[in-house]
């Protein structure tokens, strides 16, 4: 999770939402320690939400689903998808 957190801060993410199931409090930590690690733990907030807690998530998992089911599907969604690598 670290480097995901640090390379979406330095993406310009100032909001990382994740979804938990649980292991609500050691995603959290991890989260808010890998921010306080680079410096940005004022300026970045960091929730982490129950499962199906929110609706934002629900588009990252049709899109993660569409892109895993290729063919048809993944042709669908590949204008959303953007490639970066992380360390």
């Known amino acids: 999770m670290d480097a995901f957190d640090v390379e979406a801060v330095v993406l310009g993410a100032r909001r ?21 690690h680079i ?8 929730m982490v939400d129950r ?3 929110h609706e934002l998530l629900w588009a990252a998992d ?4 569409a892109y895993t089911a290729d063919g048809q599907l ?4 590949d204008p959303l998808i953007t490639a970066a690598r992380v360390p």
């Open 51 to 53: 499962p199906h807690g």
């Open 16 to 36: 990382i939402l994740v979804e938990s199931c649980a292991q609500y409090m050691q995603d959290l930590a991890a989260l808010t320690g890998a921010l306080a």
């Open 74 to 77: 993944r042709r669908a969604i």
């Open 39 to 46: 410096g940005a733990p004022t300026r970045v907030r960091a």
């Open 62 to 65: 049709l899109i993660a689903y």
